[in-house]
């Protein structure tokens, strides 16, 4: 069975740091990518970060340029996203995802793993 499994949200004030980890198992996992995504109460999901683990292309949304660092540990099977300057308007679940890309840098998604909350206080 294909499972993702984040974690490492938690409560940071303004300007703190936070590092986001997806642990998987049962794929290849140099065959995928691995998307972070996240959605903010009233708001649409968002896609903040991907690697493209065959060739380690990266991807980040404007927001997160600068700030956000994604990475991934082969021997572990894990890919972290370090969130640095963290922002209220970084406040959401995080999600990690993982497919097979076709013709694009990251994506389609066929696996979601459960959500992290990241809460950012002022």
């Known amino acids: 069975d294909v499972q993702l499994q984040a974690s490492g949200g938690g409560l940071v004030q303004t300007g703190g740091s936070l590092k986001l980890s997806c642990a998987t198992s049962?794929?290849?996992?140099?065959?995928?990518?691995i998307g972070w995504f996240r959605q903010a109460p009233g708001k649409e999901r968002e896609g903040v970060s991907c690697i493209n683990l065959n060739d380690g292309r990266t991807f980040y949304v404007d927001s997160a340029k600068g700030r956000f660092t994604i990475s991934s540990d082969a021997a572990n099977n894990t890919v972290y996203l370090q969130m640095n300057s963290l922002q209220a308007e970084d406040t959401a679940i995080y999600y990690c995802?993982?497919?097979?890309?076709?013709?694009?840098?990251?994506?389609?998604?066929?696996?979601w793993g459960q959500g992290t909350l990241v809460t950012v206080s002022s």
């Open positions: 995802a993982a497919g097979i890309p076709n013709k694009s840098l990251c994506g389609p998604y066929e696996y």
């Open positions: 049962g794929f290849t996992f140099a065959d995928y990518a």
